[in-house]
């Protein structure tokens, strides 16, 4: 049994399936479109898809989140799994604490008392979906919530893998780089999830700074080749041969290891000093596709399982497209029930 820590935005999805287009309109929503909306703006649609719809789902949500709901469940929860991150002190909160642990995650929130907790809606209709999210308390986390945290400092402490997600890293570079410097200091192996290509735009140097100093990177093409612009390469290979080259090497079995997804395009996993494994994806029937956002989050929730579980970088990487094989054909980021 491993022990991971992950570091995250926690969020509550709510799926709502509805059967016209009215709530898009009032809130000027578009068919498959995101939107990040107000705090009064969520609690006006809460109240509206209270009383409009009954067939709506809860799903515990979030980069970090979802990554290690995945791992329990192609492990069969037999890892030691935790999560630190910001909620409100309401319902949502308590809704979200439920559902981690059914999933066979620990919950170490730090309670927000003057913001609400994160939550997306994913308002449904048909094969269309719009997502509006507001991160509220997710967003907020300072260095004295960890610090002074003695239930932080004795999981990491113990642990064996140490999970951040990119999104973690916005509005928060500060207490985020604490984490990384801490955990590097106890020669923790750290795993680094880019995330998002906006982050690149948003905290270059910081992110630059967890890429040159995370054992695991995980991260899609177009978030690699944003990060080449930040280093001025001009081409990709210069900049996976630098941070190949200059890894610790923590990992006995692996290296440094940076993987590369390209949607249903093959990927590849650099790992061991310049070792290179190309791996393809799965074809799935385009009616067997319900959701592609957790893709991303149940792809490195896979590699992990291999990764506890000790196996190799190729049965890692098939466990890891099997997993997003999987979630793809659910609505949000749901755990298939077999």
């Not at 967003?139 to 642990?159: G, P, Q, R, W």
């Not at 040159?212 to 978030?223: P, T």
């Not at 923590?250 to 000093?273: E, F, H, M, Q, R």
Request: with cysteine.
């Amino acid at each position: 049994m491993k022990n991971i820590v992950a570091f995250g935005n926690p969020l509550l999805d709510t799926i709502v399936f509805i059967a016209n287009n009215q709530l898009l309109s009032k809130y000027e929503l578009e068919k498959d479109g995101q939107k990040e909306i107000s705090s009064e703006e969520m609690k006006n649609l809460t109240e509206d898809i209270k009383n409009e719809s009954q067939n709506k789902t809860y799903i515990a949500g979030g980069c970090a989140q979802n990554s290690l709901r995945v791992l329990q469940w192609l492990t069969k929860k037999t890892q030691n799994v935790a999560i630190f991150g910001s909620v409100g002190n309401d319902s949502e909160a308590s809704v979200l604490r439920k559902l981690m642990e059914m999933d066979g995650v620990t919950t170490n929130y730090v309670t927000q008392e003057n913001f609400t907790t994160g939550k997306t809606i994913s308002l449904v209709n048909g094969v269309n979906r719009s997502l509006v999210a507001h991160l509220g308390a997710a967003e907020i986390l300072l260095v004295s919530d960890i610090s002074n945290n003695k239930t932080f400092k004795n999981y990491i402490k113990n642990a064996d893998y140490i999970y951040i997600e990119g999104y973690f890293l916005t509005k928060r570079e500060d207490v985020a780089t604490y984490i990384l410097d801490y955990c590097n200091d106890l020669q923790n192996i750290v795993i680094f999830n880019i995330s998002g290509e906006y982050v690149c735009d948003m905290v270059p140097k910081t992110l630059k700074y967890f890429v040159e100093n995370s054992d695991v990177v995980f991260g899609n093409k177009r978030e690699f080749e944003a990060l080449r612009m930040i280093w001025g390469f001009s081409s990709l290979d210069q900049l996976l041969d630098l941070l190949i080259k200059n890894g610790k090497n923590k990992l006995k079995n692996y290296g440094n290891i940076i993987v590369i997804t390209d949607g249903a395009k093959p990927g590849c996993c650099y790992y061991s000093n310049g070792q290179k494994y190309q791996f393809k994806v799965e074809e799935i029937a385009k009616g067997d596709i319900k959701d592609t956002t957790g893709a991303g989050d149940a792809f490195v929730g896979g590699f992990l399982a291999g990764m506890c579980e000790e196996k190799s970088i190729e049965e890692c990487t098939k466990l890891a497209c099997y997993a997003a094989s999987a979630i793809i054909k659910q609505t949000g980021c749901s755990i298939p029930n077999y």
